[in-house]
C-alpha cells in the first residue's frame, strides 16, 4: 500500500489549501485515516484522524480544518481553511491496515511521503 500526499504550496495567512492523498493497493474503507504535520525544528504533531464513526482533531485545527474521504477514489482529504502562519509545516497522511483497522492512538501501517505547505504572513 501507497500513500501519495498532495496539494502543498505557498500561500498567504488567512488563504485555504486543500490537501490529498491517494491511496494505491487497497481501499481506506472505514478504516483509521490521518494527519500529520511537522514544522521545522519541531516533533510530528497530530491533526485529525477519521474513523468509521467520526473526526478527531487537534486543538490547533479545530474550526479550521476538515478531514473528509471519496472512499470510491481511495482519496482523503484534508480541507484548510483561515490558515496562519504557524500552520507552515510538512503533512503528512497516515492509514491502518485492515488489521488494526480502528486503531486511532496515532500509530499507523501506512504513511504518505508528505507534501509541504507554507504561510507567508
Known amino acids: 500500500v501507497q500513500l501519495q500526499a498532495s496539494g502543498g504550496g505557498l500561500v498567504q495567512a488567512g488563504a485555504s489549501l486543500r490537501l490529498s492523498c491517494a491511496a494505491s493497493?487497497?481501499?481506506?474503507?472505514?478504516?483509521?485515516t490521518g494527519w500529520f504535520r511537522q514544522a521545522p525544528g519541531k516533533e510530528r504533531e497530530f491533526v485529525g484522524s477519521a474513523t468509521g464513526s467520526g473526526t478527531v482533531y487537534a486543538d490547533s485545527a479545530k474550526g479550521r480544518f476538515a478531514i473528509s474521504r471519496d472512499n470510491a477514489k481511495n482519496t482523503m482529504f484534508l480541507q484548510m481553511n483561515s490558515l496562519k502562519p504557524e500552520d507552515t509545516a510538512v503533512y503528512y497522511c497516515a492509514a491502518n491496515a485492515p488489521v488494526h483497522c480502528s486503531r486511532n492512538n496515532g500509530v499507523y501501517d501506512y504513511w504518505g511521503q508528505g507534501t509541504l505547505v507554507t504561510v507567508s504572513s
Open positions: 493497493g487497497r481501499t481506506f474503507s472505514s478504516c483509521t
